[in-house]
């Protein structure tokens, strides 16, 4: 039961990332790839019917994590207070600007509210990197089972790090990297024109720096904790997940310079998926590791919630999840196509 | 001041300022279904306009309701996580259901109804105003289930330390919960029968959309004379008993009562005195209160005398005013809709300036009552987070301190601030715009570059 519902918390984790992660990176995107407001309009209405359905991932994966897991959901939440609040605080600004501007036509405002709406969704990406990589590298637990992480101390990750230190701002530039290639590709399908083109054109770039960070990233994790490899050695075959890693890269590369932006695009999601995927095994059946002591680590035995409770949460969760995705499928296969450019 | 009052309040401004935005939402919700199904029936353009005006209102709130719900959900973790690690194996289940069960459906059809118009047939179209209904409400059903199980716990067992599910149905079908569903459903819909029938006040003083401002009136004030009786019985009746019943502590604090006693009196009005154990200038009406809650006027209401003082609701003097509050204001939108539905029925209602004015000036009125009454029930709750279980003293987070609380609960004050502006002059906009059709976009023009 405990294998089972780590990977379902997973798999929410994933969907929301694959998801709003492409939102997230139009919102990067759009603050130096639009020209004028015609194509600002056409590149927010892409992701306008589905940003918000995209948010939810996050609502129920929270929800999953808080019934199946209440004392990582417990310890974390309250030890990341000060960048979670920061983090809310970017989600409400972003979605907020995002609905005004389309409600509001003077320019000054809009550009005003295109600025927040870019800047948010900027910071909500490092900060999701840097998150990851916080629970790759663990957390000063104490016996009791809480801690409070200070933003930074002196940027190592040691047995008292903080918040940011060198290996988690990598994690943030990973994931702002990622998430505004997901962005360009999302756009390289949904819009038409130049700013498809400029789309598609700074795919190269991106690509490049992604690649490198990767490896950097993968090095750097390896160093900070060598534990990630256990279960990998343990289980051979699993370094697929490398191959994986390696072959979406490749992947998107290619599909992106023959002109196959639907492909593209899933390559990257492959890409996101396999990241995140390979951490999850990684850490696996740890769930916050702990800096000061292993034996003060939150696993996935200690943390679970009651047989009864999962196995009725079980049958609710694939039901209602099938449901959601039939939803989401509906909305995507509804609005296909790309978004017109406004008359 | 305490961390605990910190994150108190923490949870409450958040949440208050929350419920603002789903109130609205859940109640137009049932009112859009309505507008969209006359106009499927009769194919008449001007329901479904108006249902796309109301729409559109609807997803402004809509997006409010989901930025300032998100952090509610955090907070669980963030602020109350000693409450989460001992509760979330019960209340977690409910929360969890939220997301997967309505805020897909609500978000996906929710973009369909408003970005689809053109895409969809007639029927999908009505189709997806109903789904955004049956997602808003169930939404509403699973707060309530984790509100119900924290008021009065049921089908939970403790294992090593904290609470599992012993049954989902019995958790889910808890009849403190069936009861406050009932009830604030009925707010929720009087609070956007109210709105929209402001709105159309409002069109026929100034003397514009006039066709429209009458298929909201109509709507509206039969919805809101439906809604403002049931609110009051049977729902707030049922209610109110059940509580009389499992929470004395509540009750007393509510109605005033300091002495128990047989044929108690109702008070209507007073200022309830902590120190001396009495009612300060009270207008009271003789054995009511035993009628309302036992049927007789024979029989003893339990007071705060029986009560342990450790075991006093917290803040007494607020409950007995949100309460008695939420009570005025319900009897004052009972008679507002009776006199409006009787005028509309003689077919007088859209020339009777003075009651389109008291409707326009009542909009407020069911956002107060709406919040005076979820103040009732969670200070009516206190000392106890769980009723009977756990002292609020005892689920806040140990680890955020007074001052990192308070830092963030002013940031929280700031940026709502910042949002309830924005949303102001939003709905300015959209009503003032009202229903004609819009200019065509004017667009600023940017050119760098091109």
Known sequence: MGFIWFWLVAVMIVGYVVLDGFDLGVGVLHLFLVRNESERQAVLRSIGPVWDGNEVWLLAGGGTLYFAFPWLYASAFSGFYLPLMIVLWLLVLRGVSLELRNHIDVGVWRTLLDGLFGIASTLLTIFYGAALANVIRGVPLRADGYFFLPLWTNWQPGPQPGILDWYTVIGGLVALVALTLHGALWLSIKVSGDIELRARRIVNPLWSALLGLTIVSLIATVAVRPQMLQNYYHYPFTFIVTVGVVASLVAIRVWNQSGQPVKAFLASCAFLFFMLAGACWGLYPTLLPATTSSSLDITLDRAISGHHTLAVGLVWWLFGMALAVAYVVFVYVRFRGKAELSH | ?450
């Open chain 2, 1 to 450: 001041m305490s961390a605990e009052i910190i994150h108190r309040l923490h949870f409450a401004f958040t949440v208050t300022f929350h419920y603002l935005f789903p109130q609205l939402t859940m109640g137009l919700a049932l009112l859009i279904v309505v507008l969209k199904t006359v106009a499927l029936r009769t194919g008449s353009p001007d329901w479904d306009r108006a249902s796309h005006f109301w729409g559109r209102i609807f997803g402004i709130n809509f997006v409010f309701g989901v930025v300032t719900g998100i952090p509610m959900e955090f907070e669980f973790g963030t602020n109350w996580a000693r409450f989460a690690r001992l509760s979330g194996g019960v209340i977690g289940q409910p929360l969890a259901m939220e997301g997967v069960f309505s805020f897909f459906l609500e978000s996906a059809f929710l973009g369909l109804f408003l970005y689809g118009g053109s895409r969809l047939s007639k029927r999908m179209h009505w189709f997806s105003a109903v789904m955004v209904f049956l997602g808003s409400w169930l939404s509403g059903f699973f707060i309530i289930v984790t509100d119900a199980w924290m008021q009065h716990p049921v089908a939970y067992a403790e294992v090593s330390g904290h609470y599992e599910v012993l049954s989902f149905w019995q958790l889910l079908l808890n009849p403190w919960g069936l009861f406050q569903y009932m009830h604030n459903m009925t707010g929720a819909v009087i609070t956007g029968s109210f709105v929209m029938a402001a709105v159309g006040a409002f069109y026929l003083l100034e003397d514009r959309n006039r066709q429209f401002a009458q298929i909201f009136l109509k709507t509206s004030v039969v919805t809101g004379l439906i809604a403002s009786m049931v609110i009051i019985f049977p729902t707030g009746d049922l209610h109110g008993k059940y509580v009389a019943h499992h929470q004395p502590a509540a009750m007393a604090g509510m109605e005033g009562v300091f002495k128990s006693e047989t044929g108690a009196s109702l008070v209507l009005m007073g200022q309830p005195n902590e120190e001396t154990g009495e009612i300060d200038n009270p207008i009271v009406v003789n054995d009511v209160l035993s009628f309302l809650i036992y049927g007789t006027t024979k029989a003893e209401v339990t007071g705060l005398d029986r009560i342990p003082h450790d075991q006093w609701p917290t803040a007494l003097p607020l409950l007995f005013y949100s309460y008695h509050i939420m009570a005025g204001l319900g009897t004052w939108f009972v008679l507002l809709m009776m006199v409006s539905a009787f005028l509309l029925w003689r077919g007088k209602l859209f020339s009777t300036h003075g009651v389109l004015w008291a409707l326009l000036l009542s909009f407020p009125l069911p956002y107060i009552a709406n919040t005076a009454g979820w103040m009732t029930a969670e200070l009516g709750r206190q000392p106890w987070l769980i009723y009977g279980l756990m002292r609020t003293s005892a689920g806040y987070s140990s680890m955020v301190s007074a001052g990192n609380g308070l830092f963030t609960l002013l940031g929280f004050m700031g940026l709502y601030a910042l949002l309830g502006l924005l949303f102001t002059v939003l709905m300015y906009r959209e009503i003032d715009q009202g229903l004609e059709p819009r200019p065509a976009a004017a667009e600023p023009v940017h050119s760098a570059g091109m």
